[in-house]
């Protein structure tokens, strides 16, 4: 391998072929058709193609496109081809039958061609009528083919002709035959493209190595062929295609930085199935049995199951009580009218509240930190804002002493890491919380305050029921909403679109 070998441009065997052909000609610089240079170059025309683009791309050659028109042989043509033009075939006739040339035993011979060929063969002055309509051939006449059969003729044997390999006068004449009928000549636009040679091209194809190593193969290394030849050098800068490998989806990255987050604070995390009785989802969070958030149009239930709820289970006791009397928690609670069968009715869950307050129930432990992300659904027309279908992030502390300036701090902090600083907590109301927060996200695209879900301090209405005696501080809040402002986009149900080209670029942030 030559040191110079570094600083050539490195040229395909394809280029070459192309490069050698066009500087090969008497006038190297002038333009060529597609077509010529493929039987220049005797290369297939996919390979032309892209021999074309590549020394485009390198400025070695230059292009151009016209629209032009490919003209072929129609149905009526292709007969015209093998069996004549009228005219001539009148003028046959005559030779064959010199006698029978009246009017009326030609036109009984050619049927409906018979007024073309008189009209065409007059005018081509090979016939000549006599008085009493009798027909006769001019004397040589007829012995030249006609301008509109030669084309014909070539037409044919090309099979298809290019507008601009015609001389003017072939182009009058086809104009003439398409005019006669159709389908004789049928017309089909094309792109045509030429080639030239810049003078930076003329230049390399002067400075072709022959016979270049392309591929390192263990033979070149074996037969040390590559002290004899020159290595054809790569471009590593030149643009190669794309490759789209599967990746996870923007929402799933996001839910798996949410939960690094927390287990990085030390939080365990918690799951629970989507379909849950509604005890769960509303009663044991003292949410009464006529709230309008249980209602059809808000909530969906699955009208096949029942759950397994029973007053045998002391803690669904104990929420009973403490919905009709507030037993023990200092409350009146909602009022007698507890029904079993309300808390039966199995719905898919409308926050992951559900999980967190069954962690609970089952652990009941005086310090912990859990949390989940998890779908939640609500039947909700969906919009810019809301799906019917959505992620939550959901969580509670509990320990002695905690208060919800803990809470605040530590929401704030979590939406810091996730890159959200301009965050606010706007008091609220939720049946299971005392006092209640609800964050809100300043969205910049849209300039306005965005909410992002719900937190507070457990009431004692829920909390004592179920046995747990330290303050818990939970909080439930939309993740989507966040996915949809870190990138960027302005409706929610975007995010589910499966827009590829977005999925594409956008995963990788
Ligand atoms: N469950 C509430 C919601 O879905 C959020 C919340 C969770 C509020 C925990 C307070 C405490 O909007």
């Known amino acids: 391998m030559s040191s110079s070998g570094l600083t050539r441009i490195p040229i395909h065997p394809l280029e070459a ?157 086809l104009d003439q035959l398409s005019k006669r009928q159709r389908g004789v000549i049928e017309a089909q636009p094309v792109k045509e493209l030429s080639i030239r040679l810049t003078p930076k091209g003329l230049d390399t194809s002067a400075k072709l190595v022959e016979n270049e190593i392309g591929e390192i193969t263990p033979e070149v290394i074996k037969n040390k062929d590559w002290q004899q030849r020159h290595l054809r050098p790569i471009d590593v800068t030149s643009p190669a295609p794309s490759y789209f490998g599967g990746r996870k989806h923007p929402v799933r990255l996001f839910i798996e930085e949410v939960r690094e987050a927390f287990l990085s604070l030390g939080f365990g995390e918690i799951r629970g199935p989507n379909a849950q009785s509604a005890f769960w989802n509303f009663d044991a969070l003292f949410i009464p049995q006529h ?146 927060l609800g964050p809100v996200v300043f969205w910049e695209d849209k300039q306005k305050w965005l909410e992002l879900g719900g937190m507070g301090v457990f009431r004692p209405e829920v909390t004592a029921p179920l046995g747990i005696k330290n303050p818990v501080l939970a909080w439930g809040l939309g993740l989507d909403r966040l996915v949809m402002m870190k990138y960027g986009l302005q409706d929610i149900r975007d995010l589910y679109g499966a827009n590829l080209s977005w999925l594409r670029k956008t995963s990788i942030l």
């Open 291 to 436: 709230h309008s958030a249980r209602e059809m149009q808000d909530t969906f239930y699955l009208s096949s199951s029942i759950a397994k709820i029973s007053l045998d289970d002391k803690r669904v006791k104990s929420v009973r009580d403490s919905h009709e009397s507030g037993k023990g928690t200092g409350s009146l609670g909602w009022g007698k009218g507890w029904q079993i069968d309300e808390a039966r009715r199995v719905v898919l869950r409308t926050h992951t509240t559900a999980i967190t307050i069954r962690y609970l129930a089952d652990h009941r432990p005086d310090d912990a930190r859990v949390f989940s992300v998890d779908k939640v659904f609500r039947n909700e027309k969906p919009n810019y804002k809301n799906n019917p279908e959505f992620y939550q992030i959901e969580g509670v502390m509990t320990a002695p002493g905690l208060n919800i300036r803990n809470l605040i701090y530590v929401m704030s902090q979590f939406y810091s890491k996730l890159g959200f600083n301009k965050v606010k907590f706007w008091p609220t109301y939720f049946p299971y919380t005392e006092p209640s």
């Open 17 to 173: 072929s192309l490069l050698r052909a066009l500087a090969s000609r008497s006038k190297p610089l002038d333009w060529i058709e597609f077509d010529d240079a493929l039987s220049a170059s005797k290369l297939s025309p996919d390979q032309l193609r892209r021999a074309v683009e590549w020394l485009k791309s390198k400025d070695l050659i230059e292009t151009e496109t016209r629209e032009s028109t490919f003209y072929s042989l129609g149905e009526k043509g292709k007969e015209i081809a093998s069996g004549g033009l009228p005219e001539r075939k009148l003028v046959r006739l005559l030779q064959n039958f010199p006698s029978r040339n009246s009017f009326s035993m030609l036109s009984s011979k050619m049927g409906d061609e018979f007024s073309v060929a008189l009209g065409h063969a007059r005018k081509n002055g090979w016939i000549r009528i006599g008085k009493n309509q009798e027909i006769t051939l001019e004397p040589d006449a007829a012995e030249k083919k006609e301008p509109e059969e030669e084309l014909i003729e070539k037409v044919g044997s090309a099979g298809r002709i290019l507008s601009s390999s015609l001389s003017p006068e072939e182009r009058q004449t």
